[in-house]
């Protein structure tokens, strides 16, 4: 993974953050809004595989490797949407498992952007956004090349997943057949909790069948499609599917106790993808 350029953020703290500072993850600012706080986590821009190479155990023929190049840099939550912030700003909670710390879920890619609209709209400072598959597979990854940020296998005591079907010969382990709390679980090397399992996450892109060989800068995805993009896998899936590279795909107005999302911070860039 190789670095574009100088790694800061453009403004560090941003006014709307109500905290702030530096660790061993790197830079992160946080908000709070009606007592319930969310922190980002910066992404620094740069180079990576995308997708899985052709030996790697369990991979699905819609992961041809390629390199993309991420020009500019972006804030990304360091959790999945919460139920306490789903409801302070949409006054609601559609979720099956309840509980103020676990990801809020039962939600469609267009129920997200009615929540996105709603929070810029009271947030103008911030103006959120679903993170690209791009996006989200370089955080996901975090600098690592393995099929996931832990390396070459998992454990439910780093990921929830049905470990009644592990990746790659793996151990057979816990099976929580439910959703686990935000941070339950350890962070990968960017400070990024559960981006394996828990809750599916949705992307901006439009789903496509594949990505291609070729080279790509700032990818956004196919152009139109039927399904949007889902990453990451859930505690209802083998680890296989939660790999970094596993790629799938649903209706924009699906909604589904397995899926929830997390959200991004900055402009996107016009890209080759």
Not at 124 to 152: D, K, M, N, S
Not at 205 to 213: F, K, L, P, T
Request: proline fraction near 7%.
């Amino acid at each position: 993974m190789t670095p574009l350029h100088p790694l800061s953020p453009p403004e560090f703290p941003a006014p709307w953050a109500s905290d702030w500072g530096e660790d061993r993850y790197g830079l992160w600012m946080a908000f709070s809004y009606q007592n319930v706080r969310q922190a980002f986590r910066w992404i620094a821009s740069g180079s990576f595989l995308m997708g899985s190479p052709a030996d790697e155990p369990q991979r699905n023929n819609n992961e041809t490797q390629h390199k993309v190049s991420l020009t500019q840099g972006f804030w990304l939550a360091d959790t999945a949407c919460t139920q306490a912030l789903w409801q302070a700003v949409m006054d609601r909670n559609p979720s099956r498992f309840k509980g103020d710390e676990l990801p809020v879920e039962s939600v469609s890619w267009e129920d997200t952007q009615t929540f996105i609209e709603r929070f810029n709209a009271l947030h103008p400072l911030l103006q959120v956004r679903l993170p690209t598959e791009a996006e989200w597979e370089y955080a996901c990854r975090a600098g690592t090349h393995t099929p996931f940020a832990f390396g070459g296998n998992i454990t439910p005591e780093q990921v929830n997943y049905d470990g009644n079907y592990p990746y790659h010969r793996g151990s057979k382990g816990q099976y929580r057949e439910k959703t686990v709390a935000v941070k339950s679980l350890p962070p990968n090397a960017w400070g990024l909790y559960e981006m394996h399992g828990n809750v599916w996450e949705w992307c901006s892109d439009c789903y496509a069948s594949d990505y291609g060989a070729e080279p790509q800068t700032d990818p956004r995805g196919a152009g139109s499609g039927e399904h949007r993009v889902l990453r990451g896998g859930s505690c209802f899936y083998g680890g296989m599917s939660c790999r970094s590279a596993n790629r799938a795909g649903d209706a924009p107005d699906s909604r589904r106790y397995s899926i929830g999302f997390r959200f991004a911070l900055g402009h996107l860039s016009s890209g080759t993808g």
